[in-house]
Every structure is written in C-alpha cells, then in structure tokens.
C-alpha cells in the first residue's frame, strides 16, 4: 500500500544520520576483527568485519558531500555488493565450506559492466531492478548456507531465518522506496537506508557473534564428550548416557542389554605391527560398530582396546547385534594397514529388566560374560549367569500379572 505523501522526513538531518551509520558500522567492523584476532580459528569473523568496514566506506561515499567526492554514482553501490560477497563467503567459511573469493567481486562487477549501458543509466528502472537482482542472488545464498546443516541450537536456528531477513530488507527496501513511494519519501530513501543499515549492523553483529560461540561451544563440548581416535564416545560421555538410557527404560519398563567387547590379542598386534597399526584396528572396530548399532544404541570406548554398548533390548536383540559387530569386525580385519591381521573381538553380554542405577554392577557382570568369552576360545559372545531360566522365572513371578507389559515380554521370550 502506498506509503501517505504526508509523511514528513525532514526532521531527520540525512547528512547527520548518514554519518551515524558510518561511524557505527564500522566500528562493528572492528569489533569482528578484534574477535577474529582473539579467536583465530573462526576465520568467518575477519571475513564479516572486513565486509562492515567495506559497507561503512559505501556509506561514507553515498553520504559525502559532492564538492568533497565525484566518484561515479555506480561505485558505492559496487562497494555494497562486494561487502555482500564478503558476507557470503563468511558464512560459508562458517559452514566449513570452501571459498570463493571470485564470488565476493562477481556482483560488482557485472552492475559496473552494465551500468555502462544507456538502458541502466541512474535512477531508471532497468538499473533499480539490476540493483534488486544482485542482492537477491546474494541473499538466496546466504540462506542456503545458513539452512545447510542447521544446528539444533536456538542461536542457529534463529540466524537462518532472521539474518537472511535482515540483509534483504536493508539493501531491497530502499531501491523499491525509489521506485513505489511518493516523493517525498522517495526523497529521503538515503535517510532510510542509513536507519536500516544500524539496525541491521548492530542486530547481524550479535547474531554472528552468537552463532560463532554457538559452534566453538557446541565444537569443545563433542570433543570432551568424543574420543579423539576412534570418534565413538569416551568413557565418561558414554555412562552419563548410558544411565540417561536406562532411567527411560525404567520408565517404560523396558529392558537394558550391555555388551563388553575386548579385542583379542591386541598387545601382541601393537608388539609386532605397531602402535599405527594398533590406532588403525581400533578405528575399523569402530567403523564396524557403529554400521552394525541402531540410532539408539549408545556405544563407547570405554579405554584402551574395551569398548561397550548398551542397547534398549532384551538379550536375544543384544545378541544379534553382537553378533553382527563380530562377524563384521571378523571379516574387516582380516587385512589392516596392508598387514595380514585376522584380528577378532570377544564380548559379554548382560540384561537388566530392572531399574539400573549403578550402571557399574551392570557392567561388571557383562565383564565376567567377557573372560568366559575368552575362556571358551575367543572371537565369540557369552551371556551373563544371571539370564539363567531360574532368573528369568523369577522375574516373571515379580512383575506378575497378565497385564504386565515387562510379564507379557518376558513370557514371549521364554516361549521362544
């Protein structure tokens, strides 16, 4: 809808609004590139702040007094678009996604090619609509960057929306200004745009500060949760989870499987191949592991050559998972790192159907599984005692009652 031609601007001193936004915006710039100096691993931070300072010197052109510049009126808006480009690539950089600096250069150069042309000559539409084209192909790829792999965090998820806003309403709605509005309004679009451009830069400006602690937070917090060679979770990430799986076990009366897994012989693979050669073993159980569990199978290195998986199931599910793990380790390490291997994996196994709340004792009986596993020749699995059938019975007696979902479970499962 038109914007009433008695809207009165004129109490907004352009000039003195102009500079506002100059000196603003650049000081964000260096804002981001003194949190680039301090933190020289987000790269995307001297990126943005180069690209403030880059527009703030658009806006110092667009708002200088002609008798002080004569520069071509094409050029500050050629400026504007390398800050776009800029703008891009750091969120790409951001995305751990390749460069393209050519990008950064290729909007103003085709708007300085074509405002050559009679047809885009200044204040006609064909050059306004050039000026809409370059922004909107800038915008759509800072979007698709920014939704690319969206992180769960509320900072990401807000980024990928409202940054992309922001960047198209600040540069677009001037340029519609000067073709839609009346007048006197068209006449004060530089007033406008200097208004738009601080609220853009402050808001953007935290936004990506945030979304940088985000990913360095969201980045510390998976390496101390990760072991570092394998990529599976470490001793302690994997128990916090564990118990975490079986609390909502608990709650659904459900039951709990841990295997143990030791693999076999691995001493005497490192005394003879190596310790590069051990890593590599280590890293293909891993690999193997983790094609052979679910999405919600919880899996670990619990140190050394032990590792562990809890599983939502009863034992017989555990067991084919197990087994699945052995023969698909059995068969990826028959050759390692170009050495005649035949590593193989022992594994215990133990079933709770009851509350677990020292996952310690669990994994202790699931340990004793373990040793009668490589008691019995290795490379095999072994079930826990306590899965006898007098323990099965027993626990059917305490559940008691037809209606008992864990009753009805286990009596299916003695059935078979």
Known sequence: MPISPSVDLSFLDGPTVAFVAVCIVALLGLLLVLAWLQQRDARELAWWGAAYLIG??????WGAPRPWFTVPREVPFAIIFVACGMIWNGV????????????????AVVWLALCQLPVFSEGSPARIGLGVLVVSVYTFFIAFELSRERRKSLQSRTAAVV????????????????????????A?????????????AVGTAFIVLLMVKDHHVGYYRHAAA??????????????ENALRLCAHQADSSGPVTLLMFDLDHFKSINDHFGHAVGDEVLRVFAQVARRSTRANDIIGRIGGEEFAAIIPEPMEVGARIAER???????????????????????????????????????????VALYRAKGAGRNRLRAADAESANERARLIGAVGGQGSKLGRLLRRENAA
């Open 226 to 239: 990760t072991d570092f060679l394998t990529g599976l979770l470490n001793r302690r990430a994997f128990l």
């Open 325 to 367: 793990i052995r023969a698909g380790f059995e068969a990826a390490a028959t050759e390692v790192a170009g050495q005649p291997l035949h590593a193989t994996v022992s594994i215990g196994a133990a079933t709770s159907y009851e509350l677990v709340t020292n996952i310690d004792a669990l994994i202790a009986r699931a340990d």
């Open 163 to 186: 940054v992309p806003c922001l960047y198209a309403a600040v540069f677009l709605m001037p340029l519609a200004m000067r073709a839609f509005t009346p007048e006197v309004i068209a």
């Open 92 to 107: 790409r950089l951001f995305r751990g996604r390749p460069l393209l600096p050519i990008s950064a250069f290729a909007g």
């Open 56 to 61: 703030a010197s658009s806006l110092a052109l």
């Open 188 to 200: 004060s679009w530089l007033t406008v745009f200097a208004l738009e451009t601080i609220l853009y």
